[in-house]
């Protein structure tokens, strides 16, 4: 809290100087929930702009999610009204790789020499590379996390200091806390909106969305109907409730839920809603395959869209820094964003310290060796896709269809959205 405090005070100083009266560029960036994003992009740009005084960032409308976000730039590509910089979620990459409408970075990145000195290591660029094209730079990786309330855990019976460390011991600790009475619920996992936590739970039992070849859906083998049987066992043993992201995150951070799973995105804003409510605590999402398991990185990438070569070494410089080690300083603290940039994490400089300073941050840290990309369908129903895995997903936790009754009509409805090859 008082690193990002100290940062956001330092960046307000400086404000008078930041903004120049003749800048030589104007950059029009567009970037996403800005829930999560508005303060820290503020912050970023403010320190850009003191530093570079020829250039001036201007924030566009933002987009209330990734998928309104994706929506927006393909709506806007070719017209004036498309920014110069987006900020686009990492498994929408591929359509705007696929359809041509970003500028690939690797002639920037041959110019520039050495990245990985500067922190941008292969792994970390492979984040955002699409076809053979370094479509951008991750700006802000997550990975999922388990949250709880470690009063009703302790009231359930159960050792905060020992958090469960598999599916089974998290549901039926989180059966004792909804038994508990009083309104209390034991488990909400963060199903809707996109199909990331599916990822999570498919990826985490060693499976995959599509055949190597993405010719033929994977998600419906045993490691998906691990998946769904699971989510299906939070509802009926765990009794997770129906509950709208809204709800359950509402619900949480008033001390009525026991295990909360979702993004390090929202841990920044989770800390700040519960206040001193109850005892809160993270830990690692447990996998249904310790050995074999995998977590999607969540998140966003910078992209350059401006054809115009002056602005685009202006947007370089931008893209640069909003995802290289001050960015990402300001990003962790400022969200709970898990670094995506090497410097960042390790050097003194940065985050070194605050994750000494600041434990809830490191479940997501402790995890990043298990992070892999945020799968993106093939073709332009990537959209329409991952509504059909939400809404089949919808279909479990309502009980209105058995697991793989669900994980089979969501198969067959995505085989047939995918590319004709």
């Not at 970003?102 to 002639?107: I, Y």
């Amino acid at each position: 809290m008082n690193f990002f405090k100290q940062t956001i005070a330092a960046a307000a100083i400086a404000t008078g100087l930041c903004t120049p009266a003749f800048a030589d560029t104007t950059l029009n960036v567009h970037y996403p929930m800005p829930g999560f994003f508005k303060d820290v992009m503020d912050v970023i740009s403010k320190k850009f702009m003191e530093e570079n005084p020829d250039i001036h960032v201007n924030f566009v409308s933002p987009s209330a999610t990734y998928e309104e976000g994706i929506q927006t730039i393909l709506r806007q590509a070719g017209t004036a009204e498309m920014p110069d910089i987006t900020f686009i979620g990492l498994n929408r990459l591929r359509m705007i790789a696929e359809r041509g409408v970003n500028v690939d970075l690797k002639p920037f990145i041959a110019k520039d020499g050495d990245m990985a000195a500067q922190g941008f290591s292969d792994s970390i660029l492979r984040l955002a590379q699409v076809g053979g094209q370094q479509v951008g730079l991750a700006f802000a990786t997550s990975n999922p996390i388990m949250y709880y309330n470690a009063d009703l855990v302790r009231a359930a019976g159960g050792n905060p200091d020992q958090p469960p460390k598999t599916w089974d011991e998290v549901i039926a600790l989180g059966a004792k806390i909804k038994a508990l009475g009083d309104g209390n619920e034991g488990i909400d996992f963060r199903w809707q909106g996109d199909d990331w936590m599916f990822s999570a739970l498919l990826f985490g039992a060693g499976g995959t969305m599509l055949s190597p070849d993405e010719k033929k859906v994977a998600f419906d083998g045993p490691e998906g109907i691990a998946a769904v049987n699971l989510l299906s066992r939070l509802v009926k043993e765990g009794g997770m409730p129906v509950l709208t992201k809204q709800a359950g995150e509402q619900a949480f951070v008033a001390g009525k839920v026991g295990f909360a799973f979702q993004t390090t995105g929202a841990l920044r804003n989770t800390i700040k809603n519960v206040g001193g409510k109850f005892d809160l605590r993270t830990g690692p999402l447990p996998l249904l395959n310790p050995e074999k398991g995998k977590l999607p990185t969540g998140g966003n990438a910078v992209v350059i869209l401006t054809r115009d070569t002056a602005k685009q070494d202006a947007a370089w410089k931008f893209a640069k820094f909003a995802s290289g080690p001050y960015g990402a300083s300001v990003v962790v603290p400022g969200t709970g964003y898990v670094p995506n940039n090497e410097l960042a994490a390790k050097s003194s400089e940065y985050l070194a310290e605050f994750y000494q300073q600041n434990p809830l941050f490191q479940a997501g840290l402790n995890q990043m060796n298990r992070m892999i990309p945020w799968y993106a369908f093939p073709g332009s129903n990537g959209v329409k896709v991952t509504q059909t895995i939400v809404d089949n997903l919808s279909r479990i936790v309502e009980q209105s269809a058995a697991p793989e009754e669900a994980l089979n009509d969501a198969a067959d409805e995505v085989q047939k959205l995918l590319p004709r090859h």
